[in-house]
Nanobody, 117 residues
Framework: QVELVESGGGLVQAGGSLRLSCAAS????????MNWYRQGPGKQRELVAS???????TYADSVKGRFTISRDNAKNAVFLQMNSLKPEDTAVYFC???????????WGQGTQVTVSS
């Protein structure tokens, strides 16, 4: 079992920054990829950024150059640094842990990010 706890959401003005955290516990050795997703009002959930256990990263085109995903293996945590935020970044942000073998292991509970114009 993997457990994920997110934190760091909030209200920020356009152009501002936020840093989201996702702390993992439990069977963390089974995790191959950690992802950040988001779901805006009336929108489908979309993949924002991914990081593998080797540190390889990928980003959605909409956040490239503004968001950075990173990990701290000592703390079993993954972070999403969000800079130059835009109102369209407003969403509930979820972290998710995946195994290449078993698929999705766990979703976090989500954290609200609201960007005001």
């Amino acid at each position: 079992q993997v457990e994920l706890v997110e934190s760091g959401g909030g209200l920020v003005q356009a152009g501002g920054s936020l840093r989201l955290s996702c702390a993992a516990s439990g069977s963390i050795l089974s995790i191959n990829v950690m992802n950040w997703y988001r779901q805006g009002p009336g929108k489908q959930r979309e993949l924002v950024a991914s990081i593998t256990s080797y540190g390889s990263t990928t980003y959605a085109d909409s956040v490239k150059g503004r968001f950075t995903i990173s990990r701290d293996n000592a703390k079993n945590a993954v972070f999403l640094q969000m800079n130059s935020l835009k109102p369209e970044d407003t969403a509930v942000y979820f972290c998710n842990a995946r195994s290449y073998r078993a698929g999705v292991l766990r979703w976090g509970q989500g954290t609200q990010v609201t960007v005001s114009s």
